[in-house]
Every structure is written in C-alpha cells, then in structure tokens.
C-alpha cells in the first residue's frame, strides 16, 4: 500500500470518525466501533467503499446510563 496511502486511510478515517462521533454525541448516542473500507480506483484514487456507519458496521451506545444508578461497563 505503501506509505502515502497508509496515511491518507488513516487522516481520511479520523476526519470521518470524529465527523460520525460529534454528530452522534450531540443526538445521546456513543459510537463504540466502526469500520471504514477503502479501496483505489482505476485511477490509483483512495475511495471509501462499502457502508459506513451503519448497525451493521458499527456499535452505537447511549451516553446516559440506561437506568438511574447503572454503571456501563466496557
């Protein structure tokens, strides 16, 4: 992959998880995990692929504990 694509997935992911986890965080909700897939096109172009922030690709969390007194456990 080399060196130059290795840190264009890694900015690419981190300006898209902090994106993700602000706007969930403002709607109560934690996003535990998730996954980013990513690809080159025909012109050597990184390209998010797949879905992205889905129940299927991710764990979401609610921020407040479910019940008065509960603790969340990770």
Request: negative net charge; charged residues 25%.
């Amino acid at each position: 992959m080399g060196a130059r694509i290795a840190e264009q997935v890694r900015a690419t992911s981190l300006a898209l998880y902090e994106i993700a986890a602000a706007h969930a965080r403002e709607r109560g909700i934690i996003i535990a995990d998730t996954k980013f897939e990513f690809g080159l096109d025909d012109a050597g172009e990184l390209t998010l692929m797949d879905e992205v922030l889905t129940p299927d690709s991710s764990r979401f969390w609610p921020a407040e504990p479910m019940w008065p007194g509960s603790v969340r456990r990770f």
